[in-house]
């Protein structure tokens, strides 16, 4: 079985595009894809079967390639960076397998999840030998700096999953709660990735703190374009189906937004479709309804324009390279796919 990298090329409506980043990376990309598939074997049937279906289904493969192209920005030569961008993708896959189990998801990129054919006991184990065999490459690269920064970030996801779980439905939850939660799901492990190139390639603790800004309003700005494709886009630019955030009952910035906006009455909707699950066709319709007339959908793009531009600024006094150029075509890209 191959495993190639997946990125949307489709630069049809959107002028800003993921390829620089996917052609300066490619060479090394085809290293950590086989090193992916290296390391997730195992003796024990299961493991490589069930991470090989997560690890097949599609994505971008984002988080890798921004740790190969940071690496790369500072002139790294060695073979670090591959073994670094892989473990940062085995965290991420490990992620998704937790995540499933967490959230009861059936479908993700239009497959079923691991836990709905292996089930959840399965699941977890697997993301946790995921997360094992990260560690383990860590190790081999032998730079304190780079494990402790990955390792942080595996904490701090973690902890993200727990606040995620304790704030789950309770439409209560504020806009400032809501960002803590995905700085620390999703914005973390952008941060991680974006800085341990530069610290294997011995770059100075500015260019680090750059990268690491980066990642983290990168990591942002993604996950509030994700939020609002949920109501708003295409499956093929989300990786799942539209309206499963909702479906799920999942509290995210659009919803946020549109409750605190509304009437007494639209609460009493987004409580009974949040809290209490009745999250049909027609209340999808209604809610999205409710999101557009509030404008809740476009305020939840702006948040995202803002980490982009942020993203964008921490940047911007390092020398420019084709990597440079990249990541920051990689900030327009995440946001248009919502344009």
């Not at 690890?55 to 591959?82: C, E, N, W």
């Not at 497959?111 to 959840?120: L, S, V």
């Not at 697997?126 to 997360?131: I, K």
Request: charged share 25%.
């Amino acid at each position: 079985m191959s495993v190639g990298v997946v990125v949307s090329l489709d630069e049809g409506k959107k002028s800003a595009s993921v390829k620089p980043l996917v052609e300066l990376t490619s060479a090394d990309m085809a290293r950590v894809n086989e090193l992916i598939l290296s390391k997730a074997g195992s003796n024990v049937e299961m493991i490589p079967e069930i991470a090989n279906h997560l690890i097949s289904s599609g994505g971008k493969r984002l988080r890798p390639m921004l740790t190969l192209a940071a690496a790369q920005m500072f002139g790294y030569s060695g073979d670090s960076h591959v073994k670094l961008a892989t473990s940062v993708e085995f965290m991420h896959t490990a992620t998704l397998l937790h995540d499933d189990v967490v959230d009861e998801s059936d479908l993700r990129r239009g497959k079923k999840t691991a836990r709905m054919i292996w089930g959840n006991q399965a699941s977890v184990l697997v993301g946790d030998f995921l997360l094992g065999q990260a560690f383990r490459m860590m190790v081999d690269v032998g730079s304190i700096d780079a494990l402790d920064i990955l390792s942080t970030a595996a904490s701090v996801i973690a902890e993200g999953e727990v606040w995620q779980l304790a704030a789950a439905k309770n439409m209560e939850t504020t806009e400032d709660e809501y960002l803590q939660v995905i700085k620390a799901k999703t914005a973390a492990l952008f941060s991680a990735a974006a800085e341990v190139g530069p610290v294997i390639a011995g770059a100075t603790r500015a260019e680090r703190n750059a990268l690491r800004s980066y990642g983290t309003n990168l990591g942002l700005a993604f996950q509030l374009v994700d939020d609002a494709l949920d109501y708003g886009g295409n499956s093929k630019d989300l990786g799942k189906n539209t309206g499963d955030d909702f479906r799920e009952g999942k509290l995210t910035l659009p919803v946020i937004l549109a409750y605190r906006r509304g009437t007494a009455a639209e609460r009493e909707f987004w409580k009974g479709a949040i809290e209490d699950g009745v999250s049909g066709d027609a209340e999808l319709e209604k809610a999205t309804g409710l999101m557009i007339r509030h404008g809740a959908i476009a305020d939840t793009v702006g948040r995202a324009r803002h980490f982009g531009d942020i993203a964008r600024d921490a940047i911007a006094p390092l020398k420019s390279t084709p990597q440079k150029q990249a990541l920051l075509e990689v900030i327009d890209f995440c946001i248009s796919r919502v344009v």
